[in-house]
Nanobody
């Protein structure tokens, strides 16, 4: 069982930046970020492979968000720039033992509790 702990959420004005962190209790291969707003399904945001050489993003965040990882710290980051009010959501970190990137929630076995991001206009 892998425990994931997210941090870094908060309130920011539109156009601002935040960096989310997710630390795993043990090394995990595939890692990703998802987000969810009330009444909506969980939405894919970004994914990174074990090596870090492959990443993929939702079209809505491409060019603004960057996912990266630090193996020494068992941590994955989501740098979020040029934030918009529509980025407001509860952001979840996810992990899985498989190697490559994945964009659907059913391809991840472990989930964090979420960290709230609120972007004001």
């Amino acid at each position: 069982q892998v425990q994931l702990v997210e941090s870094g959420g908060g309130l920011v004005q539109a156009g601002g930046s935040l960096r989310l962190s997710c630390t795993a209790s043990s090394a995990s291969h595939r890692m990703g970020w998802f987000r969810q707003t009330p009444g909506k399904e969980r939405e894919f945001v970004a994914s990174i492979s074990w090596s870090g050489s492959r990443t993929t993003y939702a079209d809505s965040v491409k060019g603004r968000f960057t996912i990266s990882r630090d193996h020494a710290k068992n941590t994955v980051y989501l740098q979020m720039n040029s934030l918009k009010p529509e980025d407001t959501a509860l952001y979840y970190c996810a992990a899985d033992s498989r190697l490559n990137i994945a964009t659907t929630s059913n391809q991840y076995s472990y989930w964090g509790q979420g960290t709230q991001v609120t972007v004001s206009s």
